[in-house]
């Protein structure tokens, strides 16, 4: 394996492109346009959750009553969490993503 190493002087930065952004639009963007920009982003984010969530069970093959009942959380909140009504935080994300990458290894421990 070869090994790069480059230095970055800052000072140097005049002859870097920079990020294109349209000032214009983004000073005219209306308080309202991003509250609704908000709401969609949490409405995808909500729908990912759900969809991972899905996934997850749908690939160690168990239903939705038999996963609830080996990961120890209820019936409903499975159900939540894959209609897409609540999202997984905290410990049950952390254990989805066990669960996705390490399902043989997080169910014996369970």
Known sequence: MTVVRIHIDPTQGAGVKRGR?????????????IAQQIAEDDAQA???AAQFARRVRQR?????TE???RIHVS???IRNWEQGKRSPTGAAKALLK???KAPEVALAAL
Not at 21 to 30: E, F, G, W
Not at 60 to 64: E, F, I, T, V
């Open 21 to 33: 952004i349209d000032t214009a639009r983004v000073d005219s963007t209306t308080e309202s346009e």
């Open 75 to 77: 019936l409903d909140t």
């Open 67 to 69: 996963f609830s009942a």
């Open 46 to 48: 909500m729908q990912d």
């Open 60 to 64: 160690l093959g168990l239903s939705q």
């Open 98 to 100: 066990i669960l996705d």
